[in-house]
């Protein structure tokens, strides 16, 4: 009410002696989900900004509507435009709010980057912002998914926090946690600009069309968003395992190759992003679909499961059973640790040979994550009397403590991850070294930590089995490319 006031005292008088009818207001006005930085009113604003899901075309419908910071309940306020090209370019003039939050949404055709042609049918995405010291507002598929979540979350804190924990939420939700700048919002994305942000936009926007039409889309962004906009996760398994299928198979007979140059060929971009990266999180994290079967189920203390080992580091108390490893190679030293009947490295191979890798070329993350090596080297490169871990040594190791579940929190490094609470009670210090893709790209360190399997996928000679620790559980016998680079962690040879 006060901003409204403010607002028409403007409008009757517009002399600068009337602000502080807006600051007496507002200076202390902390009502449930929003604080004073969320007040303020826009007069006059002119925003401009891309619509896309592939870029919407030219006649496409722009509306801008006010919502109060706070309530997240729609003002009334209304302005309209429409996209100028078919880069889905658009600007809207005169913008007049009573609050800085407004809801943008775009509803028209658009390119499909799958098939590189117009879509049969319109679709509609939304964007929700502040556009306090804002003029540039996209909009696009990540904006649209978290647009729901942002509302909820938005009545229990500041605007601002709002959109934050959202946004980390959604590309969690597809096992890209690593790729958004904390600088950056959802609507400052581009799928024609280079940089790892926009590249996780232009994968989710292509991952969620598949080969599917526009109805197909718009059912998985509405399920998406009815999913996660109460506890911020995507629990929907069986469309996360069709999105992740079809990206093995568009993988394996080039379709990502084709969306590359589709989007090259309608003359927008001098660089298209590196989306592929990203096609191979989502399918890393899509595994975790399969903890609920029986092969995956939590083993656990009192779960009857004879493999279970009990916890050896806890509350500053640590009895692991801990060894030195010596690589002859190079004379490096590595911490051991046994678990169960196994002797693990509780460190990640660090051993220098052709087609491994420093995290970003830099010595220093060979450091703290060791080296990321491609598959056929992986194979080869334990010292003496150690070998690269198959799918049975990882079993066996997954049930001693206590199972897939929470594998992940239970083995992980407590130092080093960006994110998640940690307890590695078992001495096992997994790292979050990341991955290189094979087109020369790093990504995901200190959030996701990729190891090497030696297991083949039987149906293709191009992918491998991997293990993806990035949540509480892990993600159990994941595909991935060979060519990658993934970390090494070694297994002693039982006598």
Same mark, same amino acid.
């Given at each position: 009410?006060?901003?409204?006031?403010?607002?028409?005292?403007?409008?009757?008088?517009?002399?600068?002696?009337?602000?502080?009818?807006?600051?007496?207001?507002?200076?202390?006005?902390?009502?449930?989900?929003?604080?004073?930085?969320?007040?303020?009113?826009?007069?006059?604003?002119?925003?401009?900004?891309?619509?896309?899901?592939?870029?919407?075309?030219?006649?496409?419908?722009?509306?801008?509507?006010?919502?109060?910071?706070?309530?997240?309940?729609?003002?009334?306020?209304?302005?309209?435009?429409?996209?100028?090209?078919?880069?889905?370019?658009?600007?809207?003039?005169?913008?007049?709010?009573?609050?800085?939050?407004?809801?943008?949404?775009?509803?028209?055709?658009?390119?499909?980057?799958?098939?590189?042609?117009?879509?049969?049918?319109?679709?509609?995405?939304?964007?929700?912002?502040?556009?306090?010291?804002?003029?540039?507002?996209?909009?696009?598929?990540?904006?649209?998914?978290?647009?729901?979540?942002?509302?909820?979350?938005?009545?229990?804190?500041?605007?601002?926090?709002?959109?934050?924990?959202?946004?980390?939420?959604?590309?969690?939700?597809?096992?890209?946690?690593?790729?958004?700048?904390?600088?950056?919002?959802?609507?400052?994305?581009?799928?024609?600009?280079?940089?790892?942000?926009?590249?996780?936009?232009?994968?989710?926007?292509?991952?969620?069309?598949?080969?599917?039409?526009?109805?197909?889309?718009?059912?998985?962004?509405?399920?998406?968003?009815?999913?996660?906009?109460?506890?911020?996760?995507?629990?929907?398994?069986?469309?996360?395992?069709?999105?992740?299928?079809?990206?093995?198979?568009?993988?394996?007979?080039?379709?990502?190759?084709?969306?590359?140059?589709?989007?090259?060929?309608?003359?927008?971009?001098?660089?298209?992003?590196?989306?592929?990266?990203?096609?191979?999180?989502?399918?890393?994290?899509?595994?975790?679909?399969?903890?609920?079967?029986?092969?995956?189920?939590?083993?656990?203390?009192?779960?009857?499961?004879?493999?279970?080992?009990?916890?050896?580091?806890?509350?500053?108390?640590?009895?692991?059973?801990?060894?030195?490893?010596?690589?002859?190679?190079?004379?490096?030293?590595?911490?051991?640790?046994?678990?169960?009947?196994?002797?693990?490295?509780?460190? $990640?191979?660090?051993? *220098?040979?052709?087609? &491994?890798?420093?995290?970003?070329? +830099?010595?220093?993350?060979? %450091?703290? /994550? #060791?080296?990321?090596?491609?598959?056929?080297?992986?194979?080869?490169?334990?010292?003496?009397?150690?070998?690269?871990?198959?799918?049975?040594?990882?079993?066996?190791?997954?049930?001693?403590?206590?199972?897939? $579940?929470?594998?992940? *929190?239970?083995?992980? &490094?407590?130092?080093?991850?960006? +994110?998640?609470?940690?307890? %590695?009670? /078992? #001495?096992?210090?997994?790292?979050?070294?990341?991955?290189?893709?094979?087109?020369?790209?790093?990504?995901?360190?200190?959030?996701?930590?990729?190891?090497?399997?030696?297991?083949?996928?039987?149906?293709?000679?191009?992918?491998?089995?991997?293990?993806?620790?990035?949540?509480?559980?892990?993600? +159990?016998?994941?595909?991935?490319?060979?060519?990658?680079?993934?970390?090494?962690?070694?297994?002693?040879?039982?006598?």
């Amino acid at each position: 009410m006060c901003d409204i006031l403010f607002a028409k005292w403007i409008k009757l008088f517009a002399v600068p002696s009337f602000a502080f009818l807006f600051w007496a207001c507002s200076d202390g006005d902390k009502t449930a989900g929003g604080t004073t930085e969320d007040a303020g009113i826009i007069a006059d604003l002119n925003v401009a900004g891309v619509a896309q899901k592939g870029p919407f075309i030219k006649g496409s419908a722009v509306t801008v509507q006010g919502i109060d910071c706070k309530t997240m309940e729609l003002t009334g306020e209304r302005f309209e435009s429409t996209v100028k090209s078919d880069k889905g370019d658009y600007d809207v003039s005169s913008i007049n709010l009573s609050s800085p939050c407004a809801v943008f949404e775009v509803s028209g055709y658009y390119l499909n980057e799958v098939t590189g042609a117009k879509s049969a049918d319109v679709v509609t995405l939304q964007a929700i912002t502040n556009l306090k010291d804002r003029k540039n507002v996209n909009v696009n598929v990540l904006t649209s998914l978290e647009y729901g979540r942002v509302k909820v979350l938005a009545t229990e804190m500041s605007f601002a926090e709002a959109k934050k924990q959202a946004e980390k939420e959604v590309l969690m939700s597809f096992g890209m946690a690593g790729a958004m700048d904390e600088n950056l919002k959802f609507e400052d994305l581009n799928i024609f600009d280079a940089g790892n942000e926009n590249a996780a936009l232009l994968a989710v926007g292509v991952l969620l069309q598949g080969d599917g039409d526009v109805g197909v889309l718009a059912k998985r962004l509405e399920k998406f968003a009815d999913d996660i906009v109460q506890d911020g996760e995507w629990n929907d398994s069986q469309t996360k395992t069709e999105i992740a299928e079809w990206a093995v198979a568009a993988t394996a007979n080039g379709k990502l190759d084709t969306i590359r140059k589709n989007i090259e060929s309608w003359g927008y971009t001098d660089e298209v992003p590196t989306f592929e990266m990203f096609v191979d999180a989502l399918m890393a994290s899509s595994s975790s679909t399969t903890h609920g079967s029986s092969s995956s189920s939590n083993g656990g203390e009192g779960s009857g499961n004879s493999l279970y080992e009990a916890p050896c580091k806890t509350d500053g108390v640590d009895t692991c059973e801990y060894s030195e490893l010596t690589d002859e190679r190079d004379a490096q030293i590595y911490k051991t640790v046994k678990i169960g009947n196994q002797v693990w490295m509780a460190e $990640n191979l660090n051993y *220098k040979t052709e087609n &491994s890798y420093c995290y970003n070329d +830099s010595t220093t993350y060979c %450091d703290m /994550y #060791g080296r990321l090596y491609t598959w056929d080297v992986a194979m080869e490169i334990c010292p003496s009397g150690w070998h690269l871990p198959d799918t049975t040594d990882w079993k066996i190791l997954v049930e001693a403590v206590g199972g897939w $579940n929470e594998a992940g *929190k239970i083995l992980k &490094s407590k130092t080093g991850w960006i +994110s998640f609470e940690n307890g %590695d009670n /078992y #001495g096992f210090s997994l790292l979050p070294g990341g991955f290189r893709h094979g087109g020369g790209t790093f990504n995901l360190k200190g959030y996701t930590a990729y190891l090497w399997v030696a297991s083949e996928n039987p149906d293709t000679t191009s992918y491998a089995r991997s293990i993806v620790a990035e949540y509480a559980a892990i993600d +159990s016998f994941s595909d991935a490319l060979k060519d990658n680079a993934y970390s090494v962690r070694c297994i002693k040879d039982s006598k």
